[in-house]
């Protein structure tokens, strides 16, 4: 299977910051990969898809890149909705597997 | 508007089953792959297993893999998980979830609220 390493696992960060997780293939995943927000007690958003593809009603102070085996999801200005667990995702092979989570919080 | 409703959840002892269900609504089920992913209390997410549109095609995450079914009635709109002999790390929340495609590759972009199951004796 194909592992996902996504760091950091949390992060402190104020409203308006700029924050980058970044995660990491065992191999290369071809920009088949989606990240997702889920807030407590929720079911996950997927935010982008195609490492960089935003979804439809997703703001855009979102944005992914990436190639390979490593992939970057940036907020490029953090808002109060915000804070909350985001994961990445590979679809490339029929196996598919998440990152860890990276959690959000309030500094 | 789409919908994924899952039912089913509940407690079971170790070593016994359960089958949960997924009703979907407001798309064509018959179009689209499907597939069911788990949280434990506290913890990530993790793929369980996922199926083809016509349930001719299924895969399953290696720790499910001979005591988990996942099956479909396309008729019924509803999505199945025959999950035998439980172990108490099967204790998860159990999303179920639309894929769709892009560029041939498919993901979920919908996803159900959840049911619980909890496995302890």
């Given at each position: 299977d194909?592992?996902m390493?996504?760091?950091?696992?949390?992060?402190?960060?104020a409203?308006?910051?700029?924050?980058?997780?970044?995660?990491?293939a065992s191999?290369?995943?071809?920009?088949?990969?989606?990240w997702?927000?889920q807030k407590?007690?929720?079911?996950?958003?997927?935010?982008?898809?195609a490492?960089?593809?935003?979804?439809?009603?997703v703001?855009?102070r979102?944005?992914?890149?990436g190639?390979?085996?490593?992939?970057?999801?940036?907020?490029?200005?953090?808002?109060?909705?915000?804070?909350?667990?985001?994961?990445?995702?590979?679809?490339?092979?029929?196996?598919?597997?998440?990152?860890?989570?990276?959690?959000?919080?309030?500094k | 508007?789409?919908?994924?409703v899952?039912?089913?959840?509940?407690?079971?002892?170790?070593?016994?089953?359960l089958?949960?269900?997924?009703?979907?609504s407001?798309?064509?089920?018959?179009?689209?792959?499907?597939?069911?992913?788990?949280?434990?209390?506290?913890?990530?997410?993790?793929?369980?297993?996922?199926?083809?549109?016509?349930?001719?095609?299924?895969?399953?995450?290696?720790?499910?893999?001979?005591?988990f079914?996942?099956?479909?009635?396309?008729?019924?709109?509803?999505?199945?998980?025959?999950?035998n002999?439980?172990?108490?790390?099967?204790?998860?929340v159990?999303?179920?979830?639309?894929?769709?495609?892009?560029?041939?590759?498919?993901?979920?972009?919908?996803?159900?609220q959840?049911t619980?199951?909890?496995?302890?004796?």
């Amino acid at each position: 299977d194909i592992q996902m390493t996504q760091s950091p696992s949390s992060l402190s960060a104020a409203v308006g910051d700029r924050v980058t997780i970044t995660c990491r293939a065992s191999q290369g995943i071809s920009n088949s990969l989606a990240w997702y927000q889920q807030k407590s007690g929720k079911a996950p958003k997927l935010l982008l898809y195609a490492a960089s593809r935003l979804e439809s009603g997703v703001p855009s102070r979102f944005s992914g890149s990436g190639s390979g085996t490593d992939y970057t999801l940036t907020i490029s200005s953090l808002q109060p909705e915000d804070f909350a667990t985001y994961y990445c995702q590979q679809y490339y092979s029929l196996t598919i597997t998440f990152g860890g989570g990276t959690k959000v919080e309030i500094k | 508007e789409v919908q994924l409703v899952e039912s089913g959840g509940g407690l079971v002892q170790p070593g016994g089953s359960l089958r949960l269900s997924c009703a979907a609504s407001g798309f064509t089920f018959s179009n689209y792959w499907m597939q069911w992913v788990r949280q434990a209390p506290g913890k990530g997410l993790v793929w369980v297993s996922r199926i083809k549109t016509d349930g001719s095609s299924t895969s399953y995450a290696d720790s499910v893999k001979g005591r988990f079914t996942i099956s479909r009635d396309n008729a019924k709109n509803t999505l199945y998980l025959q999950m035998n002999s439980l172990r108490a790390e099967d204790t998860a929340v159990y999303y179920c979830t639309r894929e769709t495609s892009y560029s041939g590759s498919y993901f979920s972009d919908y996803w159900g609220q959840g049911t619980l199951v909890t496995v302890s004796s």
